[in-house]
């Protein structure tokens, strides 16, 4: 959630800081703020509440300069947004650090500081770390040891990045539970909570393990696991490029990444399928064996990839004939699950690095799954490391915080996925063909984009909207409203829309509009039925269809593209992308940054 880095180098980093800083805006951040050992060895900083560009301003009027600094972007936790809880957090004026996670004990470690002479500046718990660090400093003069015996007292998850003045330019790093990466380059190295941030410096890095530490200095870098025994982790190339995280003539991020499925889901599909047949161990042979030994499946994910997961269920048990469970990753976690022996288990991520989800896939590992399947868009991230197979989605980097082409690259993995279980059990499946026609699809779908503009000023002013659909439109559904209340504020909900005479039908009126997914399937008619129970009662009916009609109904109607009706959710997914799009743009609400969301939930 928070962004963290930490250069040191042979040249000034506080501009390469500024810089990674903004690229790391994506994520979601209240504050920000840098640290740096000066030419005369002096620890300095600058922190600032709001945007990079405010604590860039703040650098224009009182300059800092040196060859070793850290940078953070806050996500609030503990404390308001507040130049004093803003990051970096200090201690006696010679250490300071940058801290990814909570501290769950820290009231506790709080206090006893406290009687040790600790003055606190700050209503966070990444101070205590500081402190903490500071006081076992007093105890010995070897850093390593100093921190693992701060380690040692903290409960929690946590990313660290230390500066200390006494330490000749060196910086250390910490990866417990939150993702860190190493960047090398000749003469420069540095720390980051995301590669994206290093892309414009390197295409080199190495991805901490949980428990490791690190020290880098501009020319050099040990690694030590929790144990504080030297290790060697493996360098990986990145093809990526910092042009990746351009917006280009796009408007929003949000707007480009739109655009872009069409493209990326061609990716998507071209893993694993030739013109008219799988590709040969389409998933690999790890996946090949989990999904033929699989008997059941269960699907754990949060968010938007959860209701990826719902979509799925409808197609495994459809089409593969094979039993799934979908559940709330942070749910899931905290109760006491009863697993058959021959259940695969399938976590879905866009990041890897989503905190509930990797706790469930540790809890996976204890109990009697046959194994576990890691769906991300990360290939690098603790969730690929950590399960027994992966298949990636290749929707290249995201960076608004609302997911859109991560989403439908789920979807197509989750969709192929199921086609290729059915494959492996015999049994009769929609044509691979009609898969491969998707990206045009979403090209003609893109092009309604001016109709789902003139439908946007009609929620604009609005309140509440209610989302309704059946089948896999439901889950659709549920990730329209989602978009909608993400990007533009307004409250959303979905339901079934069976379960509309079950409550929902008592909040319509002539002020609420309630929005149909209606898809030529078999329960179409049902449906239908639905949208004459709601203008009965006067309510606001706007129907998205790919139903080609004839529509005799005094009602907004969107008509979509027809496609094959295991096809649907794509169909639905793109206009529902497009309309809190350009709701939240009319809104004036950020879209590519909402408030108080990030774009990787790296704590509970």
């Given at each position: 959630m928070c962004g963290i880095l930490g250069f040191t180098a042979k040249r000034?980093?506080?501009?390469?800081?500024?810089?990674?800083?903004?690229?790391?805006?994506?994520?979601?951040?209240?504050?920000?703020?840098?640290?740096?050992?000066?030419?005369?060895?002096?620890?300095?900083?600058?922190?600032?509440?709001?945007?990079?560009?405010?604590?860039?301003?703040?650098?224009?009027?009182?300059?800092?300069?040196?060859?070793?600094?850290?940078?953070?972007?806050?996500?609030?936790?503990?404390?308001?947004?507040?130049?004093?809880n803003a990051h970096p957090h200090m201690s006696n004026d010679s250490l300071a650090l940058v801290h990814n996670g909570i501290i769950e004990n820290y009231e506790i470690l709080r206090e006893a500081l406290i009687s040790q002479g600790y003055q606190f500046t700050s209503e966070t718990d990444s101070e205590v770390v500081a402190h903490l660090l500071h006081h076992h400093?007093?105890?010995t003069t070897d850093f390593l040891s100093a921190l693992q015996l701060t380690l040692k007292a903290l409960h929690g998850a946590y990313a660290l990045a230390i500066l200390d003045k006494n330490q000749n330019g060196q910086l250390w790093?910490?990866?417990?539970?939150?993702?860190?990466?190493?960047?090398?380059?000749?003469?420069?190295?540095?720390?980051?909570?995301?590669?994206?941030?290093?892309?414009?410096?390197?295409?080199?890095?190495?991805?901490l393990e949980e428990g490791d530490i690190a020290c880098i200095s501009a020319t050099?870098?040990?690694?030590?696991?929790?144990?504080?025994?030297?290790?060697?982790?493996?360098?990986?190339?990145?093809?990526?490029?910092?042009?990746?995280?351009?917006?280009?003539?796009?408007?929003?991020?949000?707007?480009?990444?739109?655009?872009?499925?069409?493209?990326?889901?061609?990716?998507?599909?071209?893993?694993?399928?030739?013109?008219?047949?799988?590709?040969?161990?389409?998933?690999?042979?790890?996946?090949?064996?989990?999904?033929?030994?699989?008997k059941r499946i269960a699907i754990i994910a949060c968010g938007t990839s959860y209701h990826a997961g719902l979509v799925a269920k409808y197609?495994?048990?459809?089409?593969?004939?094979?039993?799934?469970?979908?559940e709330i990753a942070s749910e899931y976690r905290y109760r006491d699950p009863v697993v058959d022996h021959d259940t695969l288990f399938i976590s879905l991520s866009q990041s890897g690095e989503t905190a509930d989800t990797l706790a469930c896939l540790r809890l996976a590992k204890t109990l009697a799954y046959l194994g576990s399947l890691a769906i991300c868009n990360v290939a690098e991230s603790s969730l690929v490391r950590e399960s027994d197979a992966a298949i990636l989605t290749y929707a290249g980097p995201e960076i608004g915080v609302a997911s859109t082409k991560a989403f439908l690259t789920q979807l197509s993995t989750l969709l192929t996925l199921s086609l290729y279980k059915a494959k492996l059990q015999q049994l009769p499946?929609?044509?691979?063909?009609?898969?491969?026609?998707?990206?045009?699809?979403?090209?003609?779908?893109?092009?309604?984009?001016?109709?789902?503009?003139?439908?946007?000023?009609?929620?604009?002013?609005?309140?509440?909207?209610?989302?309704?659909?059946?089948?896999?439109?439901?889950?659709?559904?549920?990730e329209g409203a989602l978009k909608l209340k993400e990007l533009s504020?307004?409250?959303?909900?979905?339901?079934?829309?069976?379960?509309?005479?079950?409550?929902?039908?008592?909040?319509?009126?002539?002020?609420?509009?309630?929005?149909?997914?209606?898809?030529?399937?078999?329960?179409?008619?049902?449906v239908k039925s639905n949208i004459q129970e709601v203008k009965a009662r006067g309510g606001e009916v706007i129907i998205l269809t790919n139903h080609q009609g004839p529509w005799n109904m005094d009602a907004e109607i969107i008509l979509l593209p027809a496609a094959k009706a295991f096809l649907s959710p794509f169909v639905f997914t793109i206009p529902l992308q497009l309309l809190a799009y350009h709701v939240a743009v009319l809104k004036g609400t950020d879209v590519d940054q909402p408030r108080n969301l990030a774009k990787s939930v790296t704590v509970e």
């Open positions: 000034d980093v506080v501009p390469l800081l500024l810089e990674s800083l903004r690229r790391l805006e994506y994520r979601g951040y209240d504050s920000a703020g840098i640290a740096v050992i000066n030419a005369k060895s002096h620890l300095e900083r600058q922190r600032t509440v709001g945007k990079v560009s405010a604590l860039a301003e703040a650098l224009a009027k009182q300059p800092l300069s040196g060859h070793a600094g850290i940078g953070h972007t806050r996500w609030a936790t503990h404390g308001i947004p507040h130049q004093d400093l007093t105890q790093a910490v990866r417990k539970g939150s993702p860190l990466v190493i960047g090398l380059a000749k003469t420069e190295n540095f720390i980051s909570s995301d590669q994206l941030a290093l892309l414009a410096l390197t295409q080199q890095f190495i991805y050099d870098y040990r690694i030590y696991d929790s144990a504080g025994t030297p290790v060697t982790r493996p360098i990986h190339h990145s093809l990526a490029t910092s042009e990746l995280t351009e917006r280009g003539a796009y408007r929003h991020f949000m707007l480009k990444e739109i655009h872009e499925q069409a493209s990326v889901l061609q990716n998507s599909l071209a893993s694993v399928l030739e013109p008219n047949q799988f590709r040969p161990l389409p998933f690999g042979l790890a996946v090949e064996r989990l999904l033929t030994a699989a197609w495994l048990e459809s089409i593969a004939k094979i039993p799934c469970q979908v499946s929609p044509s691979v063909i009609d898969v491969l026609h998707l990206p045009r699809l979403i090209e003609q779908l893109l092009t309604l984009d001016s109709a789902i503009q003139k439908l946007a000023k009609k929620l604009v002013h609005k309140h509440s909207v209610l989302y309704l659909g059946r089948n896999t439109e439901y889950p659709i559904a549920l504020y307004i409250h959303a909900e979905a339901y079934p829309a069976g379960e509309l005479k079950h409550g929902p039908l008592a909040l319509v009126d002539e002020h609420m509009p309630v929005i149909f997914l209606a898809a030529d399937n078999a329960l179409f008619d049902k």
